[in-house]
């Protein structure tokens, strides 16, 4: 039996994402890179409580010109000296490039799976976008859906719904999913 995660997404999750006419965008500058509040916290909870914690993020901005490769990279290194985090797993591509591994595909997670030692069916997925839950679903993940009240699609099915990062740490510890 693999060992237990939780997989999270990073902006909208562990990191503020700037919402323009109801949707969520990532940073594009470092000096713009929030980590919130209650990462910090619930991210101790979940891993006092012996989870494995990867994140898995989406970042077309790279792929689509917008961002450079090595800004995203300091992103993630400020995120992994502050967090417990035992692997950030990043798709590159742009939404066009049909790879295996952009959310709502499951590649992140079952390559993260295969490297860590986990146990997909014993693990939970939290984000908060419909393709978090639907890359979660797919990799056969429980899932918690953090509703950040964006003017788009809501996700199907999601095992629990909270509002914010350290509730679903909580639901996480106290074993409140479906």
Known sequence: MGRQAVFLDRDGVLVRSEVRDGKPYAPTRLEDF??????????ALLDEAGYVLVVVTNQPDVGNGAVEREIVEAM?????????LKAI??????????????????????EAAEELGIDLSR??????????IDAGH???CKTVFIN??????????????SGSL???????????LN
């Not at 929030?34 to 991210?43: F, G, H, K």
């Not at 993630?76 to 417990?84: F, G, K, M, Q, T």
């Not at 798709?91 to 079952?110: D, N, T, V």
């Open 34 to 43: 929030e980590i919130l509040p209650d990462s910090i916290e619930a991210t």
């Open 76 to 84: 993630n290194a400020r995120l992994a000296e502050v967090l417990p």
């Open 89 to 110: 797993k990043v798709c590159y591509h742009g939404q066009g490039e049909g790879c295996a591994c952009r959310k709502p595909k499951p590649g992140m997670l079952i």
């Open 123 to 132: 693990s939970i997925m939290v984000g908060d976008r419909w393709n978090d």
């Open 138 to 140: 797919a990799a056969g």
């Open 148 to 161: 950040r009240n964006y003017g788009e699609r809501r996700p199907d099915r999601p095992g629990a719904v």
């Open 166 to 176: 350290m509730e679903a740490a909580q639901i996480i510890v106290g074993d409140g």
